[in-house]
């Protein structure tokens, strides 16, 4: 039984269900053997019945469950270190889904774990004495020191900075306010009240939906941070109410990190839709770039430190929004990057941190696919796309992904989710290479 997509199990409450709720956590108690899992969820309307039935079926499967309830997913995952998680959420997905993900030692399920999970999906509950027991934990308070305590290793002190930031009545409400007034900074929250109806604008943050937190901005702060609904996404506003491009934040984050890092071999692994000004300003720090599959920067942390010697760092890990801070720990955490980047803005300013970065024009399109087409479809592109563009740098691990000698880039790679095969592409000229590569990419998809 397939239950888990790129981001753990998320889909519409109606399937979604208490019942399957139940079933997940005994199997995940199952294929654990028992042990302890550390269970919270967001603030949606839906997560109190499933983090119950999930409470459920753990200990019925004989695991022992220590429930936290509320909380930010990079708080979960905290939380998990030494032990396995469960964080009922659905991240930026509208407020009428939900979903599960689970963690071990602070890190997500990789596919092996996963799949381990869904074969124990049918498993019997234990006997009726090897079920496990529960009690209530409290992890928020140091969840919220650890984040401050890191933070204040980079940049400065952010007293007299003011940030204004929007929760989207998400759960971010209940760390990121708190950990840069902790800093320092002189904030202004928005929208913090949690509530599942996300009834200030859509979870997902996007340039159109953070409106209101643009127009604060531009009206007097220095800096803007919004958040999905369980805060693994960041995005920055600046001084003006201008979205910072998300792969510029990426860039100037492991660019920072790189240059603090005094192993020989410093890496920041990212995703193929990653733009190349992060490998431009990682070079300049004297660091390598490692691409992994999109929801996988887990599994490609793993991968660079066993592929790596002793002198092999990753010193970040991020795809667009969500970032990983490997000193802190193995989690995706836009709290932390919300309190790194303004402690940096603090200490240098925005202007002065985006200068460096090469912020070339960006696109992303979308090319209908029907889902059994899509891997005739990318074989083809595969063959044609490099004789299109014989003098590119081609990497086919994750789609197909074309570097250009003057910094231009195209990825085209097929969605796990819906049907379509997505173009992304960066160039001076961004408009003549979308329109080169989606000819090939929509005669590749008809013929």
């Not at 396995?84 to 596919?111: C, I, Q, W």
Request: proline share 5%; hydrophobic share 40%; with cysteine.
């Amino acid at each position: 039984m397939e239950l888990f997509g790129t981001a753990g199990i998320r889909g519409p409450v109606t399937e979604v269900t208490p019942e399957l709720a139940v079933r997940v956590g005994r199997a995940a108690a199952t294929a654990a053997d028992g042990g302890e899992f550390v269970l919270a969820r967001d603030g949606r309307e839906t997560g109190e019945a499933l983090a119950a039935g999930v409470a459920s079926g753990l200990l019925a499967g004989g695991a022992d469950v220590r429930r936290a309830g509320m909380l930010p997913t990079p708080a979960l995952a905290f939380a998990s270190r030494g032990r396995r998680g469960v964080m009922v959420t659905a991240s930026h997905n509208p407020p009428a889904d939900n979903g599960l993900k689970l963690f071990v030692d602070g890190e997500e399920y990789d596919r092996d774990a996963e799949r381990a999970v869904e074969d124990c999906v049918d498993a019997r509950v234990a006997d009726w004495d090897q079920w496990g027991g529960a009690e209530r934990v409290e992890v928020l308070e140091r969840y919220r020191r650890t984040v401050v305590q890191y933070a204040a290793g980079h940049g400065a002190d952010a007293d007299g900075l003011t940030v204004a930031v929007d929760c989207g009545n998400g759960v971010a409400g209940l760390a990121t306010p708190q950990a840069l007034t902790s800093a320092g900074a002189e904030v202004r929250a928005l929208n913090a009240t949690v509530d599942g109806h996300f009834p200030a604008r859509e979870s997902k943050p996007t340039p159109e939906s953070l409106a209101d937190l643009r127009a604060f901005v531009a009206d007097g702060a220095d800096l803007g941070v919004g958040h999905d609904g369980d805060a693994d996404r960041v995005v920055v506003v600046d001084g003006d109410g201008e979205v910072v491009h998300e792969d510029t934040v990426l860039a100037i984050l492991a660019e920072h990190y790189t240059r603090e890092s005094d192993a020989a071999d410093p890496v920041v692994v990212t995703t193929p839709n990653a733009s190349g000004r992060v490998d431009e300003r990682v070079r300049a720090a004297g660091g390598r770039v490692e691409r992994v599959r999109l929801g996988a920067l887990h599994e490609g942390v793993a991968s660079a430190r066993a592929d790596g010697d002793e002198g092999t760092e990753v010193t970040f890990a991020a795809e667009p929004w969500k970032h990983i801070h490997p000193r802190l720990g193995g989690w995706i955490d836009g709290v932390a990057s919300a309190a790194v980047f303004a402690r940096l803005v603090a200490a240098e300013g925005l202007d002065a941190l985006r200068a460096p970065v090469t912020e070339r024009p960006y696109r992303k399109e979308s090319v209908p696919c029907p889902d059994e087409r899509k891997a005739a479809a990318m074989a083809d592109l595969e063959g044609s796309l490099p004789d299109v563009f014989p003098e590119a740098t081609v990497d086919t691990d994750h789609g197909v992904r074309l570097d250009l000698p003057d910094g231009s880039w195209t990825l085209v790679r097929p969605s796990g989710t819906e049907p379509y095969v997505r173009v992304y592409a960066e160039s001076e000229d961004v408009d003549a290479l979308v329109a080169t590569v989606r000819e090939h990419v929509e005669a590749a998809v008809q013929a």
